[in-house]
């Protein structure tokens, strides 16, 4: 069973960044990619961004683009996402996840790209 253990969120100022995390707690499998999805309540899951673990190419969606910035360390199995200039909008709970099964060259921007999956972690943006 493969375990994602994810932190950083919590409460920010409109304007404001958090650095959320991202690391499966046994490193026993090959990890192809990892990506961040946001869910809103009452909102289906969102893209947030993706990155690929070997050549580390990275894919943001459209909401966060200029904001958002995904970017890993093989040597601690960790993605980040750092996120600044935050609105209430991206206010959600984050799921991390990630690519366990093949290497893939698409967009990593689909639900199914992914085998395992986060709990999430709540990120409340308000003043």
């Known amino acids: 069973q493969v375990q994602l253990d994810e932190s950083g969120g919590g409460l920010v100022q409109p304007g404001g960044s958090l650095r959320l995390s991202c690391a499966p707690s046994?490193?026993?499998?090959?990890?192809?990619?990892m990506g961040w999805f946001r869910q809103a309540p009452g909102k289906e899951r969102e893209f947030v961004a993706a990155?690929?673990?070997?050549?580390?190419?990275?894919n943001t969606g459209s909401s966060v683009k200029g904001r958002f910035t995904i970017s890993r360390d093989n040597a601690k199995n960790t993605v980040y996402l750092q996120m600044n200039s935050l609105k209430s909008d991206d206010t959600a709970v984050y799921y991390c996840?990630?690519?366990?099964?093949?290497?893939?060259?698409?967009?990593?921007?689909?639900?199914?790209?992914?085998?395992?999956w986060g709990q999430g972690t709540q990120v409340t943006v308000s003043s």
């Open positions: 996840a990630v690519r366990t099964r093949a290497a893939y060259s698409g967009s990593l921007d689909r639900l199914g790209d992914y085998d395992y």
């Open positions: 046994r490193r026993t499998f090959s990890m192809y990619a």
């Open positions: 990155i690929s673990w070997s050549g580390g190419r990275t």
